[in-house]
């Protein structure tokens, strides 16, 4: 039997990834994968995290499974985190799930069993992963403007025309804050006028909550979703705890799914649970509860986070301060306006290419790179080759 399956084009990052780590050269660079790094290039473990695993590991007495939805509690703070007091909590059905990608799934899932005919909409350019699972399960798939690659900023004008276009049955995808790959997030207007457009549409968001306090602060960067929450019948949020809370390998995450039927949505989640993966990882959404629910370890996570934060901006800054000096042009600042970890070099595949042969800087295929993988020492080298390829 399975000699009759046919070969599977890799996932582009996940291929970047086993590149890098046979490129023999010790002075390699990743800014390819989606992952925060400190100034020694580790990807570390917060202090709050250190902290409620200690607690966790001295006061847990089992490790019987959770239920099937996960930790009420862990839902519970999560809601709390990222809608606050936008829509009173019996119009929320949550279950946990193995990461953001685990949520994103479970979704479109959702999705297909409601309406299998559903159209999703997804920006132009997105995260990769959004179309090939909404492809995987077989829903109709249909683009929507996002990026103006000329101003380096958001298509508003465009998007919204676009979602015109949308209606009862199909979902658009949103990303809440430091879209992927882009760095260019919607305004508080946007958020507004998209807002308008699917009320009146009757379409459905799915929004991408990955990088929350990334952009300008956990609170700034869960406005847009909480507005949408207040305006719109309807929503779903895929939480991630990757990289708010450090947290990439324990797979932390969470469908919040907003009806005024969520006794049956989550219902149906549930049974979505128990035939894809029976009861979701605890670990994780543990350490998660502990840290939202405990004073101190919030306060130090909000600090460390605000840090991180501010850090990632620190290197857009410097980064395009060096490019400048180096170019004499100012054609590079959109890095420092941008938000996120992410930026859109504007390279063609072959610059790409030249970038990791020539230099050994390693970016994703569509010229996504990742600033956070950047450290202080390595601007310069970094300045230098994106110009000797010819950006």
Known sequence: MLSRLSPQAPDKIIGLMQAFRADPRPDKIDLGVGVYRDAEGRTPVMRAVKAAEERLWRLQDSKGYVGIEGDPAFLHAIGDLTLGEAVPPDRVAAVATPGGTGAVRLALDLVRLARPDARVFIPDPSWPNHAAIAGFLGLEQADYRYYDAQSRGVDAPGMLADLERTGPGDVVILHACCHNPTGADLATGD???????????????????????????????????????????????????????????????????????????????????????????DHGARVVTDILTDAALRRDWQHELDAMRDRVQRLRRDLADSLRAKSGSDRFCHLAEQRGMFSLLGATPEQVSTLRERHGVYVVGDGRMNLAGLTEALIPRVSEALLDIGL
Not at 213 to 231: I, K, M, S
């Open 191 to 281: 958020w507004a006028a998209v807002a308008e457009v699917l009320n009146r549409t009757g379409a459905l968001p799915l929004v991408d909550l990955a990088y929350l306090g990334f952009g300008n602060g956990v609170e700034a960067d869960a406005a847009g979703l909480r507005l949408l929450a207040r305006t719109l019948p309807e929503m779903l949020v895929a939480v991630s705890g990757s990289k708010t809370f450090g947290l990439y390998r324990e797979r932390a995450g969470a469908i919040l799914a907003l009806t005024e039927t969520a006794a049956t949505v989550r219902g149906n989640l549930s049974n979505l649970n128990r035939q894809t993966y029976a009861f979701p990882p």
